[in-house]
């Protein structure tokens, strides 16, 4: 049998569940489909229409869909649409697809043939999605990684991309397709973590600085501090700017990462444990003022309460 319908599924093959996509802000993941246009291309995606919208052109049936399950594997779902059965089905379906002026709109109209060929199309479909083990794990990334030790999740050395790009190793390896932002949620436990030793590093200091969390600037602008020509100003630093500083010596790392992680820094700093440092009362802005004037030993009674 001669085929006049084509695949364009390379795309399912490329990820455990390609299928599935939950926007931010979004309680469920994005409607997804296999779809048929008027020149017999079928495809499978997911909407990006947040609410439920459609083209003209499927709204119109000019472009034919079936829905599946937004979590069906990839594999599975291209082992179905390749098979013989379901490219005869296409096929009759394709050959039962007419459109027609209605006096607004060219509507797509399907034949009784075409018709009960999309029926069986749609079971098909249907029953792959009741069918557990078609259906990929997809974990929520926070629910993943948050019992993992930050350094097991973001190797000391590695830049944010590395560690992003390892994260999802570890993940496609084990099956699992993450739902969430990788980069986002490294971001946001270095930037709120407890244990704040997990922004001491400086390659981590300087992601959260390129992603602007951390407003760092150069601790000499105060003073007029001048680089050749031109005055060192008190705008924000680049993340490739930190790592000259550090390079030349020109920026202290204990200054430059108390700044951004915070006082649990200090405390380290002053070689007090987190069991040592006094939660209640502390005049942090004192104890750091103490600190950046030499006090040590004022700074650390401070902390601890002493």
């Not at 599935?20 to 409607?31: D, I, K, M, V």
């Not at 009960?116 to 990334?141: H, K, R």
């Not at 926070?142 to 944010?160: H, R, T, V």
């Not at 915070?262 to 070689?271: D, I, Q, S």
Request: glycine share 8%; aromatic share 8%; with cysteine.
């Amino acid at each position: 049998m001669t085929m006049t319908t084509t695949l364009k599924i390379d795309n399912l093959r490329d990820e455990i569940a390609p299928l599935y996509c939950r926007y931010s802000g979004q309680t469920n993941a994005q409607p997804a489909y296999v779809e048929m246009d008027d020149d017999g291309i079928i495809a499978a995606d997911y909407s990006g229409e947040i609410g439920g919208g459609v083209s003209f052109d499927v709204f119109h049936s000019r472009t034919l869909r079936w829905g599946v399950a937004e979590r069906v594997r990839g594999d599975a779902l291209a082992d179905l649409l390749e098979s013989d059965e379901m490219r005869v089905l296409f096929e009759r379906v394709y050959n039962g697809h007419s459109i027609e002026w209605d006096g607004n709109n060219n509507v797509g109209h399907l034949d009784d043939d075409a018709r009960a060929a999309s029926d069986e199309i749609e079971v098909a479909l249907t029953a792959l999605g009741e069918d557990e083990s078609a259906m990929g794990v997809v974990w929520d990334v926070d629910q993943w990684l948050e019992y993992s030790a930050f350094d097991d999740i973001w190797d000391p050395g590695k830049s944010l991309d590395e560690a992003v790009a390892a994260v999802e190793k570890s993940a496609e390896e084990e099956g699992i397709e993450l739902d969430g932002n990788v980069e986002k949620y490294l971001l946001d436990r270095a930037e709120r973590a407890n244990d704040r030793d997990d922004c001491y590093r400086p390659e981590v200091l300087a992601a959260l600085i390129e992603d602007g969390r951390h407003p760092l600037r150069h601790p000499a602008y105060e003073s007029g501090y001048e680089d050749g020509e031109e005055k060192v100003g008190d705008e924000a630093a680049t993340a490739e700017q930190v790592e000259q500083w550090f390079a030349e010596g020109t920026l202290d790392p204990d200054e430059a990462l108390i700044n951004a992680c915070g006082m649990p820094r200090l405390a380290k700093v002053l070689g007090l444990t987190v069991e040592q440092v006094n939660t209640r009362g502390v005049e942090w802005n004192a104890a750091l003022d103490q600190y950046n004037r030499g006090y040590r030993a004022g700074a650390r009674s401070a902390v601890a309460g002493e």
